[in-house]
Each structure stands twice: as C-alpha cells, then as structure tokens.
Antibody, heavy 118, light 110 residues
Framework: QVQLVESGGGLVKPGGSLRLSCAASGFTFSDYYMSWIRQAPGKGLEWISYISNSGSTIYYADSVKGRFTISRDNAKNSLYLQMNSLRAEDTAVYYC???????????WGQGTLVTVSS | QSALTQPASVSGSPGQSITISCTGTSSDVGSYNYVSWYQQHPGKAPKLMIYDVSNRPSGVSNRFSGSKSGNTASLTISGLQAEDEADYYCSSYTSSSTLVFGGGTKLTVL
C-alpha cells in the first residue's frame, strides 16, 4: 500500500536551516508529481511547493520562494525540502503528498513538526 | 496568491444536507476544473474527498458531491452523519501554476 513517511522536523532557531525528507513506498515514485504542504498550529493548510516526476518542473509559494528548495531522488524513492533562513511563521506540521494531477492529493504522510523558536 | 474564501463554520443535524462554498477568482477556481476538497479530523492528515471539481476517489461515500459555478466551487454532504464532523478545505490550481487552499470550514453535526 502507498506510504509516505516524513522525517527531519524539530526545533530550530530563527535564521537556521532544516532538511525534511519524505520516504515513499508502495507505488512507482518516479511516475508522480510530489508536493509539500504545511499547517501552522490551529491554522489551515498552506501549499508550499511541488516538483514534477522528473524533477524538471518546480514551483514555490511566494511565502517560501528563495528560502526553501524542493528536490527528489527517484532512485531512493525520496522527496526533500531544504529550508533555510527559517522564521517563526514557518512553524508548522509539514506534510508530503502525492499529486494525482492538478493538485488533487490522494495520499499524505503523517506530517513532521517544525518549530522555529529561540 | 490569496487564499480561497470559505465560511468559517457550518452546521447541520444528522440526516440533513449541507453545502460548503469556496470562492476564488478568475485566476484560479474560475479558470480551471482543478478544484479539490479535503476532510481533516483533529490530529490527522487531510483526506481527499473530491478532485477535479466533482470526482470522488475510490472509497469515498457518494454522500459527498462537488460542483462549480463561475468563481465558486461547492461541496455538498447529504445524509449528514456524526463522523462527517471535521474541518473541510478546498484547493484550486492557479494561473501561476501554483496551488491555493481555502481557509477551511469547521463542520459541526448537531
């Protein structure tokens, strides 16, 4: 069955960096676009970024552009999010999700919590 | 990219039908049939309920239906059940090739 497992979250100081990973299994990872979506505590969902199946097409939300970098390793069935220059407002649960096309996310991970605080 | 507009809360009694609206612009909802709806229970990951405006993934109850008119999409839940109580989010593809979510709607089953 399809599984997405995020890791790498934790407590980081403002201005710091963190790299999130998402391990995929149960499907042909290289066939699918993948995305990162976050949810601040008690708030709604916010789309962050997506990457095409080959990695050649990438888009970011304005709120993270220039600070976050999405990437993937199809040989390792893994998705990544490099987060730099972190701010308090980046505090959230970060989910990776498999895109069925056009933004319909049919599978989600359990999420990993990132807390940015001094 | 501004968030899509959803009512903060809706409520209904068991067996009734409710509709949640999701209003965007001609740059997102109005231009693409790429509207999705998600259900999220507390502490859980979101679950896809509707994709491409009105399509249900396998396993989702046919009590859930979606539609769109102009810049507004809608999710209708018929025959409300206690387990439908959750937060609901819409999303849409945009003309910037990005995605935008709605602010979320809390559904209370009375």
């Amino acid at each position: 069955q399809v599984q997405l497992v995020e890791s790498g979250g934790g407590l980081v100081k403002p201005g710091g960096s963190l790299r999130l990973s998402c391990a995929a299994s149960g499907f042909t990872f290289s066939d699918y676009y993948m995305s990162w979506i976050r949810q601040a505590p008690g708030k709604g969902l916010e789309w962050i970024s997506y990457i095409s199946n080959s990695g050649s097409t990438i888009y970011y939300a304005d709120s993270v552009k220039g600070r976050f970098t999405i990437s993937r390793d199809n040989a390792k069935n893994s998705l990544y999010l490099q987060m730099n220059s972190l701010r308090a407002e980046d505090t959230a649960v970060y989910y990776c999700a498999r895109d069925r096309g056009s933004g319909g996310y049919s599978y989600w991970g359990q999420g990993t919590l990132v807390t940015v605080s001094s | 990219q501004s968030a899509l507009t959803q009512p903060a809360s809706v409520s209904g009694s068991p067996g009734q039908s409710i509709t949640i609206s999701c209003t965007g612009t001609s740059s997102d909802v109005g231009s693409y049939n790429y509207v999705s709806w998600y259900q999220q229970h507390p502490g859980k990951a979101p679950k896809l309920m509707i994709y491409d405006v009105s399509n249900r993934p396998s396993g989702v109850s046919n009590r859930f239906s979606g539609s769109k008119s102009g810049n507004t999409a809608s999710l209708t839940i018929s025959g409300l059940q206690a387990e439908d109580e959750a937060d609901y989010y819409c999303s849409s593809y945009t003309s910037s090739s990005t995605l935008v979510f709605g602010g979320g709607t809390k559904l209370t089953v009375l």
